[in-house]
């Protein structure tokens, strides 16, 4: 191969360092009016009355909209929420109305004529808490919501899906133990944190149909939420993706495009815009949910793990419309990589009065696996092991079986195990840099599948122009890992055609083709099989033509440089543009016309899951394997914690380019820092403390450790050129290794994140007057 | 909504509208200061006061711009008066002075600790100490070096000991109409010593607690941020190591008389336990510098 495995520059890069792409907040129209939504003072209160007839009466007011305006429920996998509240706020910050006006001051000033009464209600703040009888109800009409068949909610009570995995005899594996050991963690929300705010504007032409301008990582999957939550067709409803400055998830589904639109709906034409401030990021869009997890481990003397019992509570915050497959996730992933023969999980999502959890870099994976691969660690010490050992003798291989019973087929796990071990010299005891400073080395694996519907779909058109160059439209959005890049890449490897001769354009539901979502590090994998077809949709019209053109039998031509040409006949051969309107004949008449490619993917053969014991042949695309290694130093005086150094190691199956896989892990370990040292968006009876960046801190360029990034290449049968994706997981194991690591120095178990100086000094003084 | 109804406006008095004056001389700017009296704030590198307009905290309906005002943006230096930092220079600007970076690196190090580097093209050290954070950072400086504020009031320009400037949390000794024009600095023989800030995260953050611990010709001095209403200078510990050899125990007596000396309140930075252990390590860590420069 010679354009896949290449570093070719990212196609998108020149505009984004020069800062000539447009984000949504960057589009102006003539006559465009500007958005300001009122808000819950309140976690948790029925509304009583909304009165908006004095914002309606100020000047440069043009449109007010209530919870009364949109009262369709909508959501991707159960439908529990509406844009607006309408009976009642389930967290402080909850929109209640929304203005729209001639200027952004107008329209905030008028937030004050608005008057809500409210009567308030106790909140749920707390999820274990939540599933007491006595717990106040946050929806309590959930038995009449809409739900997708993999999820299992529970009317009447504050759970929205209890996931199970039963898997063998759980007793009978207790008793093959010769240890049993129970260990309980915390994991509390984080934000995003995307460089560029959620923005949308959204405009009503003379007929009807709605135009939206939206920086969202999924147009088709927000054209169909809003499109049921407006009663709009799909055919009358446009969603434009112009460019999203990172998403993480937190542009998955639907936030704030459901308050533009009805605004757009009463102002006859006139663009409607809102852009989210820092402070409404944190609170009003997604965040990554609470996670209280109990793990209870059976283990032999030879380092066997014979059972294991998790409880996972997820503090899924006002709607879990997303969250639900967040701990459907969990649960299905809920040993982490290994090998264990009797499961048994609940992994349940619980409504708080909390901000909306939802999609998050990892989905589930990296709060489960803080826990489990802390837990390994616990357990490989208990039995006197080291810790590489454990996940040597444990770890899933080929052949092995995961928690939903299915057989692993490529799993270059052990692969990754070894390589990071070498490369952070895993044995190996450092000093520290100063008499009052102390390094210590941890290890933690991870692994992670798309988690989607089983038959998610992907689609890419791909259009030769007369001159030989060509355009690929798909819906994967670059959301900054770089899949414009790897589509062109693997589009012009598949063509032998240069890069430079494909323009990728993507993101509008009118002319772009269907992409179900860019999440769940599936567009590397679901999207390049797509284009592939597309490609081969071509190379076969190509051949078709050519074989006429060159009278060579197609199965003896082969796409070569830009030429079709024969494999037997040296020289014999026509370029490919000449076929681009379709082929012309001696006679003066002409065949075929335009060449245009069509392909279409869905991951083949995955199958629900048992809806009793979560058990499944195959229940996932695919699952993505790896591991890394930190060395952190401890400063035992303050407790603050330097990275120093991460090795990393996953199994991509195949590197289609190098330079942007390795951005990719780089960003995932830093990513996986923040969340490990820094990041926890502080609620304190159900309101945020923290939502700014003055006092939620995310690394900057000062805290990067030396980062050694390897890769393993164990083919996917089913990817594209071998490819599975590694966006989200190498993100997994970056936290629970920096608290291995922890431990390693200081002898301290870190049982909840964020791991803070002055938690650790605090465990230290515990420690020390303790001894 | 009918057409024919008169609208009424909105945001007549919105919170985020103000007159903006840029004056060209201190009298025409005091002259707008007292017109407007509480409602005036002055606009100088603005990154506190527009984060507080933004945020709803600060609702001026004056807001005096006092950049274009001449002579405010130099720093100078003589033995006999020392270094004086106009109020309009940056912290940038003063990064790169030399005069500060040789003889008054403390200070240097501290206002390179304020905020970002974009921050810090705009923000100056008189914003920085007339905000009055208890953990302005450099703040600690400036109290260990006996600094000058000039102030220019009603007699015209005068000086005001920092250890009469700050009042309260976020309130100094200055009057409506008082305008910072400089801070000016002491000549000294020798400065040794250094200025420590304990954060969350190493950049871009402020001081859980900051502290500065410098010999100045041979006399400790201990400043300490963010453990008090204002930051402070630790008369008491001072006094203490006055004439004394710095050895481990003398070093171990003074951290415990610092802690007397300060009254640090738990926030979601860190808790008062947290701030007292830092102290601790700061002031241990000060001193031990101390001996290092000896």
């Known amino acids: 191969m010679r354009i896949v495995g290449t570093s070719i520059n990212r196609v998108d890069g020149v505009k984004k360092v ?65 844009f607006l509240a309408t009976d009642k706020v389930r967290y402080k910050g909850e929109a209640v109305a929304a203005v729209a006006a001639e200027t952004k001051e107008i329209a905030e000033a008028a937030l004050a004529y608005i008057r809500v009464d409210y009567e308030e209600l106790p909140a749920v703040t707390n999820a274990v808490e939540g599933l007491k009888s006595e717990a106040p109800l946050v929806h309590p009409d959930l038995g009449q919501y809409k739900w997708g068949p993999i999820f299992f909610p529970e009317p009447g009570t504050n759970i929205s899906n209890h996931y199970k995995i039963r898997k063998g005899d759980i007793e009978k594996g207790f008793e093959e133990a010769d240890y049993i050991v129970e260990n309980s963690f915390y994991v509390p929300h984080i934000q995003h944190c995307p460089i560029e705010n959620h923005s949308a504007i959204a405009q009503m032409d003379a007929d009807g149909s709605i135009t939206l301008w939206a920086s969202c990582q999924s147009p088709y999957a927000v054209r169909k939420a809003l499109s049921v939550a407006f009663d709009l067709p799909l055919n009358k409803l446009r969603v434009i993706s112009p460019a999203v400055g990172g ?91 290994y090998d264990i023969p009797n499961v048994w999980t609940d992994s349940i999502c619980v409504y708080t009065n909390h901000p909306v959890g939802g999609p998050y870099r990892g989905f589930g994976m990296s709060e489960i696996h803080f826990a489990i691969e802390q837990n390994i660690d616990m357990l490989a010490e208990k039995i006197g092991m080291s810790p590489i050992e454990i996940r040597k003798i444990n770890g899933l291989r080929p052949g092995g079986k995961n928690a939903t019973g299915q057989i692993v087929d490529v799993c270059g796990l052990q692969e990754c195990l070894e390589d990071v071990a070498k490369h952070i010299d895993f044995n190996r005891k450092e000093s520290g840099s100063q008499p009052h400073k102390v390094r210590g080395k941890g290890i933690a694996c991870g692994y ?26 798909v819906s994967a959005q670059d959301i900054g890992q770089g899949s414009d890049t790897v589509l062109i890449q693997m589009a012009a490897e598949a063509l032998s055609i240069p890069p430079q001769k494909i323009t990728i354009k993507t993101g509008d539901t009118d002319y772009t083709p269907y992409e179900w979502q860019t999440v769940a590090s599936r567009i590397t994998y679901c999207a390049g099989n797509a284009v592939l077809k597309a490609c081969e949709d071509i190379k076969e019209q190509l051949l078709e033509l050519a074989q006429l053109r060159l009278g060579v039998s197609k199965r003896d031509l082969v796409l070569k440089d830009e030429y079709v040409v024969s494999k037997i006949i040296p020289g014999k051969g026509v370029a490919m543009k000449e076929l681009a309107l379709g082929l012309s004949m001696a006679d003066g008449s002409g065949i075929h016309g335009p060449i245009i490619g069509r392909g279409a993917f869905i991951p083949p053969n995955v199958r629900n899951t048992d809806k009793q014991t979560g058990q499944g042949e195959k229940p996932v695309a695919f699952w993505t394997y790896g591991c890394q290694g930190v060395e952190i130093e ?3 005086e303050t407790g603050k914690i330097d990275v120093l150094k991460v090795a990393s190691c996953f199994d991509v199956g195949k590197v289609i380019n190098p330079k942007l896989v390795e951005g990719q892990v780089e960003g995932g370990i830093v990513q996986g820092l923040g969340s490990a040292l820094f990041e926890e968006l502080i609620l304190e009876n159900g309101i945020a403390k923290n939502p700014s960046f003055v006092d939620y801190k995310i690394p ?72 | 909504m009918n ?69 405010l943006s130099e720093i100078t230096y003589d033995e006999v008066d020392g270094l004086t930092i106009g109020a309009c220079v940056t912290l940038n600007q003063m990064g790169e002075n030399p005069v500060l970076l040789e003889k008054f690196r403390v200070l240097a190090e501290a206002g390179h600790t304020v905020g970002s580097c974009q921050v810090r093209n705009r923000a100056t050290m008189a914003g920085n100490i007339a905000n009055a954070s208890p953990l302005a950072d450099t703040a600690t400086p400036l109290l260990a070096l006996d600094a000058m504020v000039k102030v220019f009031g009603e007699e015209g320009e005068t000086e005001v000991s920092i ?39 190493n950049e871009v953050d402020l001081a859980t607690v900051c502290a500065t611990v410098i010999k100045i010709d041979g006399e400790v001095h201990i400043a300490l941020g963010s453990v008090a209403p204002t930051p402070i200078r630790a008369r008491k510990t001072e006094a203490f190591l006055k004439g004394k050899v710095l050895t481990e125990e003398v070093i171990e007596e003074a951290i415990e008389m610092v802690l007397g000396e300060i009254a640090p309140i738990g926030d979601i930075r860190a808790s008062k336990d947290y701030r007292e252990e830092i102290v601790k390590v700061l002031i241990r860590r000060g001193l031990r510098e101390l001996i290092a420069a000896m």
Not at chain 1, 39 to 68: F, M, N
Not at chain 1, 285 to 301: D, L, N, P, Y
Not at chain 1, 303 to 322: C, H, L, M, P, R
Not at chain 1, 712 to 735: F, H, I, K, L, S
């Open chain 1, 448 to 473: 992670k599948a798309p988690s989607m519907p089983n038959d998610v779909a992907s689609s890419a058109i791909i259009k030769m122009n007369e001159d030989g160059s060509f355009h690929l439209l």
């Open chain 1, 700 to 771: 900057t360029a000062d805290d990067m450790p030396e980062m050694i990034i390897n890769f393993v290449e164990n083919p996917e049968e089913t990817g594209p050129y071998g490819a599975r994706g590694v966006g989200e997981p190498c993100m997994v194991p970056a936290a629970p290794a920096i608290a291995n690591a922890v431990y390693d120095a200081i002898g301290i178990r870190m049982n909840s994140l964020p791991i803070t100086a002055e938690k650790v000094l605090k465990a230290l003084k515990e420690k020390s007057s303790v001894l």
């Open chain 1, 18 to 82: 020069t800062g000539a792409l447009k984000y949504v907040d960057d589009i102006k129209f003539h006559g465009m009016l500007y958005v300001a939504v009122k808000r819950s003072p309140y976690p948790h209160a029925r509304i009583l009355e909304v009165d908006t007839k004095g914002a309606e009466a100020l000047e440069g007011v043009k449109a007010v909209i209530t919870g009364q305006d949109v009262p369709n429920r909508a959501g991707l996998y159960l439908e529990d929420k509406t």
């Open chain 1, 247 to 337: 998403g993480f998830g937190g542009k998955a589904g639907t936030t704030l495009e459901g308050i533009v639109i009805p605004l757009a709906k009463k102002t006859k034409g006139r663009p409607v815009k809102l852009t989210y401030s820092r402070e409404d990021e944190f609170v009003n869009s997604f965040v990554r949910q609470g996670m209280h997890a109990t793990i209870k481990t059976g283990i032999r003397k030879d380092g066997k793990i014979s059972a294991v019992k998790n409880t996972f509570i997820w503090d899924g915050g006002a709607y879990t419309e997303y969250g639900v497959n967040i701990v459907r996730a969990g649960g299905y992933a809920s040993t982490g990589p």
């Open chain 2, 3 to 71: 057409g024919t109804v008169k609208k009424r406006k909105a945001g007549v008095d919105g919170v985020k509208n103000f007159e903006y004056y840029k004056p060209k001389s201190l009298e025409e700017a005091r002259e707008l200061l007292l017109k407007y009296g509480e409602e005036a704030s002055i606009l100088n590198g603005g990154t506190d006061l527009i984060v507080r307009i933004h945020d709803g905290l600060s609702h001026p309906k004056a807001v005096i711009d006092i950049k274009g005002i001449e002579g």
């Open chain 1, 634 to 636: 401890v400063d035992i």
């Open chain 2, 163 to 201: 250890h009469d400037f700050f009042v309260w949390v976020r309130k100094t000794c200055l009057q409506v109409g008082d305008i910072v024009t400089g801070i000016r600095i002491p000549n000294y023989g020798s400065i040794e010593g250094i200025y420590q800030k304990h954060t969350r995260r």
